[in-house]
């Protein structure tokens, strides 16, 4: 019995030190995460949308975004004085495959953003974005983006 749990033990400690060392590995990545979440959050347009590869796919409900003109709206809203006031990311879940160059994070959203005109509009989100390393730099190969109903 002694022998069953002293392998137990062992296989036990080495899962913990196999979590830890992919946490050292991911360091990088989770950076990214915060920085992209914080940009859009300080309504920093260009930090934001650098975070995007070029041939990024972005859904928000359910509808396919054209990137350029995703850029050009948010852009505009800055200009005009509307923004992000609140966007919280919770329960963030991330997996990392195999070759350690494609992620997938997703989390919840809370968001509150201020049109032009001075109102604001509430929601609770989920998001799934595809991260990719491409030439050294984590970025946003696709996001998905589903309001939540109230109901939900």
């Not at 979590?19 to 979440?37: C, Q, R």
């Not at 054209?66 to 963030?92: C, F, I, K, P, R």
Request: charged share 20%.
């Amino acid at each position: 019995m002694r022998k069953i749990l002293g392998c137990f033990v062992i296989v036990l400690m080495s899962f913990s030190a196999m979590a830890e060392h992919h946490d050292a590995e991911n360091v990088d990545l989770h950076a990214a995460i915060k920085a992209f979440d914080h940009a859009y959050a300080n309504n920093d347009v260009e930090k934001y949308f650098s975070f995007y590869a070029d041939d990024a796919t972005v859904y928000f409900s359910g509808a396919r975004v054209d990137l350029a003109a995703y850029h050009d709206t948010w852009s505009a809203l800055m200009e005009e004085g509307g923004g992000v006031e609140l966007n919280q990311m919770s329960d963030l879940q991330l997996q990392v495959l195999p070759s350690g160059n494609v992620a997938v994070a997703t989390s919840f959203i809370d968001n509150r953003t201020r049109s032009a005109d001075g109102t604001t509009a509430t929601t609770r989100a989920f998001e799934t974005d595809v991260w990719q390393k491409i030439d050294g730099k984590w970025q946003i190969i696709s996001l998905h983006y589903s309001e939540i109903s109230a109901a939900e």
